[in-house]
């Protein structure tokens, strides 16, 4: 069933008008006529509308909610990813691959070893493309929320964000920690809480990063005994929340 | 520290000498001189020989095994990820993912809904090619073994090859499984095992594929409550056997 995103002022009691891009994507590219049911979700709870389409002007689709579906699909912890900038157009794939992996969050970190450096025009243009990827990949996969992807923030500031967070990991291959600590913590995570996941870009994290970041109440975790690319590493821990927390 | 992988042929008792192209790898891209210490695996079983380089000739380099580290890096379960093939260049990147994330052998399976057709040809030429992208992908994330690719397979084909693993595991989107009956299946995986793992291509397998692997011993999973892309299921169940079985 094909899924739209619209605003929460466009979810009325009984009706929900669809209006912008997904008209024309619902008239002219999935040619969808009245009668046919799609889903629709505002975008931040994960409540989904089952509805008909009951008429089609030239701007606006007009539904008929048939019922609301409550259970979501979404993880039951909030995870927020932070994620060292990595080279060229990977952070585009990491967006996509988050998103379908239930992550609510993904914070761009500016780290020390981050080679890519954004100035902030730059920043604030690939902040926009990397929503669209999010919101993009939220639709495929079907996700009750859009996940935001939030500016480029310094590792000091990404820190402070993630202060008030019950759970924060962060991956380091120089730890000597072993899967079984790193089973232990996650297996201490609860539904409803937040997690909060820092992955170094290609070089890693800083050794002075690492300690800023325990000193901040972080622990550190292995993602097991090989070394995983920065692309890899956030997708790892997002499938071991999946394993660990859903019924 | 830089890793090669030389045939069993190529290693003595007290010396390893490597041939080929990575003689020039070594000589004018790596620049390496004698002294400098290398790791070298034979790219089957897991031990790794730490060596100096002792002489650099034309064609060979000449090292000194200093010690052999038999503690291996691999995943405790041998698991071969029977794929279903996937759109325009999408397998290379499961090829190295996977490899990243552990897997022992990769076999492409020509599904009902695979829309890529390969002629016997044009299977060969790609699965030397996806072999390649194996090999750069276990030296990378410093494998002791070099997964190997095998064949394109049937579906039949892939259900025989897999007969006589211990566990057979099946993601299936319809499937009705909570991911409670999922860690109870994963739970029962003992080290030393093998591990099948069958995924659909973007239309996922046709429901006589499942039935005919049920019939064939398979479990069907579920890999959480977001549609994942067909690249992203193999790695969350590989990540999942990480999490499970490592130490």
Known sequence: MYRFFVSSDQIHEK??????????????????????EIAVSNGTDPAEYRCLIRQITEDEVHCSIIFVKEEGVELPV?????????????????????????????????????????????????????????????????????????????????????????????????SEDAMKHTRNLIGQI???????????????????EIEAACKEGFNTITLGKRILRTETAGMTVLAWLIYQLED
Chains 1, 2 share one sequence.
């Not at 450096?117 to 604030?124: E, M, Q, V």
């Not at 809480?193 to 870009?201: N, R, Y």
């Open 15 to 36: 009706d929900i008008i669809i209006t912008g891009a997904d008209v024309n994507h619902i008239k002219n590219v999935l040619r969808m006529k009245n009668g046919e």
């Open 78 to 174: 909030s995870v927020t990813l932070y994620q060292g900038l990595p080279k060229s157009d990977k952070m585009e794939w990491i967006i996509q691959k988050a998103v379908e992996l239930g992550v609510s969050r993904i914070i761009p970190v500016a780290t020390g070893r981050s080679i890519v450096k954004l100035d902030s025009k730059k920043a604030s243009s690939k902040q926009d493309r990397w929503q669209q990827i999010a919101i993009a990949a939220a639709k495929q996969s079907k996700r009750g929320i859009i996940p935001e992807v939030g500016p480029v923030m310094s590792m000091k500031e990404a820190l402070k964000d993630a202060s008030s967070m019950e759970h924060k990991l962060i991956p380091y291959e120089m």
């Open 190 to 208: 609860q539904s409803g809480e937040q997690v909060a996941v820092f992955i170094g870009p290609e070089g890693g994290f800083e050794e002075k």
